[in-house]
């Protein structure tokens, strides 16, 4: 789930990935004979097949900025073959005079191991036709840019600076990509955890060249990408894997999970250690940050969104 940034003013888009069910198929496959157990985990294989990321729209008043003018509605539906997406980014840079249709470059990794960066447009309609709520169905084929690395999966992504992005992978290494030079071709890659790399969070804008990062492996670490093999810092693990982490630039820390159930964060500069911040009766599943105030949100297994403030 991802919302469409730069827009101050009128409608408000909130973009979400969907996963195809074969069971609503029209007709259901074959059975098929039984075979041996998998010897690669699914987390760790290639998965294409159809999918849709929805793009809503949320109406708002011209007057207050509120959205009480009406019930959100699908606007836009944009379907691929690559798996569905488990990641979703929107770059964030500023634009002047930008076009009120084009919502902007949206980086996503895919269940195929890819990340692909496709530039989202809405379609053309009467206001009549925005206001029914029709929904318009797009295939998308090409995208601006696919990253891809041969020997593993691109699990979680985030942008670095206007023009580059850096990426977790299942076998635990960081990958980071310049689409100005040579997007084929990623500039960094280097190991950081020992397995599945699940989030990854930049520490923009205060220390822009600093990642932190929730792994599989039980740890979650912050690295320096200008000398990632010795300006790196691990917490203490985790015996239930994170699965989530933020930046929080407000108080310089890393927020994320510690034994499923602690929502618990790591200042920068005694990152080896945590401070708890609330509990949820089930484990961590999500949290969440913000750019301009301390206040955190986080939602678990059990149901329960929990809003704290570490300050």
């Known amino acids: 789930m991802e919302w469409a940034p730069s827009r101050e003013k009128g409608s408000q888009y909130l973009l979400l990935s969907t996963k195809h069910d074969s069971t609503f198929a029209p007709s259901p496959p ?80 895919f269940r195929d191991g890819n990340i692909r960066v496709i530039q989202v447009r809405l379609p053309e309609q009467t206001a009549e036709e925005e206001a029914g709520g029709a929904t318009a169905f797009v295939k998308v084929t090409t995208p601006a840019y696919t990253l891809s690395l041969d020997a593993t999966l691109c699990t979680t992504l985030t942008w670095l600076t206007p023009h580059s992005l850096i990426a977790g992978c299942s076998n635990g290494f960081l990958s980071a990509w310049d689409l100005t030079r040579h997007p084929s071709t990623p500039y960094l890659y280097t190991p950081v955890h020992q397995t599945y790399i699940a989030a990854i969070a930049s520490c923009f804008p205060s220390f822009p060249t600093h990642v932190v990062t929730a792994s599989l492996d039980g740890y979650c670490r912050i690295t320096s990408l200008l000398d990632p ?27 994320s999970s510690e034994e499923g159930a602690w929502v618990k964060f790591y200042p920068l500069r005694r990152f080896f250690s945590a401070t708890t911040v609330c509990k949820h009766s089930g484990v961590v599943n999500a949290v969440a940050g913000s750019a301009v105030h301390a206040f955190l949100v986080s939602g678990g297994s059990e149901g329960e969104c929990a809003f704290s403030n570490p300050v």
Do not use: M
């Open 30 to 109: 074959p059975p098929r004979a039984p075979t041996a157990a998998r010897e690669t985990p699914p987390a760790f294989e290639r998965a294409p097949g159809p999918s849709c990321i929805q793009v809503w729209r949320f109406p708002t008043d011209a007057a207050t900025g509120t959205t009480s003018t009406g019930p959100p509605n699908l606007q836009l539906a944009l379907c691929h073959d690559w798996g569905y997406a488990s990641c979703l980014k929107f770059h964030q840079a500023p634009r002047e005079n930008a076009d009120e249709r084009d919502l902007g470059l949206l980086a996503a990794v």
């Open 229 to 255: 093999y010795t300006d790196t810092v691990v917490n203490n693990r985790s015996r239930i894997a994170p699965t989530s982490i933020c930046w929080v630039d407000a108080v310089s820390a890393a927020v």
